[in-house]
């Protein structure tokens, strides 16, 4: 019995000192924004980024072939062959599609992080076959530096989720683009709002916005990018069973100008 009691009250013990230093670390980021995006920084390289790699390597391949094939508006691009554009990537991060563009891409990358623009360019070495135009410091709804109507594609991957100013972001891809030129998306969405799979990323969200920097579990982001004007949109949602429960759901498409 005494031993007994004694492994009870060691239990106990952890169980309130780790619930204790969960409930403290929550309000340290909640209050803290830039320990929220430190931490974030840290996590995604260690575990998110790895995993979403992983796990969306097929839906990727699918959407930059898709890009292989556009043709650029640019004509002194289109002299140097098929595939070879002018391309932004918004929320570049550590620059984990870099492997996926095809040879001699003119790169403009833009994400509001300094603990991923030095990262970024240190994974930027690896890839001398893409050619960085710029790096643009800010987030994607002030890249007001890139002129209209002069890029052939634009590329979100895990983004949308996660910005203030979804319309705002939607609004200056618009109008970077080139008539005719793409906006590539894959992006974690709600369930649909009927199910009870919903209602669990609507009782999670507190929480999960607090530790993975302000991503929003519950974005009809597909929806979102249809009312800003795009000539044609052609999408499709994935529930890949391999990917986290609540985050299963992914909008996959292009948004042409």
Known sequence: MIVVSFFQYVFTYLFFLILG??????????YSKKSQELWFFW?????VGPKLDQ???????ELFNELREQKSSDPELRKKGDGVLRVVEIGIGSGSNLEFYPD???LIAVDPSTYFQKNFHEKKQNFPN??????F???AEAMTEIEDNSIDAVVSTHVLCSVDDIRGILQEVFRVLT???KFYFLEHVGYPLDSWKFRVQQLVQPVWEVYLFGCQLTRNISQDIDNIGFSHLSHRISYNSDVLFILRPHVVGIATK
């Open 21 to 30: 230093l969960i409930v403290l670390s929550f309000l340290f980021l909640k």
């Open 43 to 47: 996590f995604y390289l260690k575990f």
């Open 55 to 61: 796990w969306f390597a097929t839906d990727k391949n």
């Open 104 to 106: 001699n891409t003119r």
């Open 130 to 135: 893409i050619i960085l135009e710029n790096f």
């Open 137 to 139: 410091l800010c987030d």
């Open 179 to 181: 008539p005719g030129g």
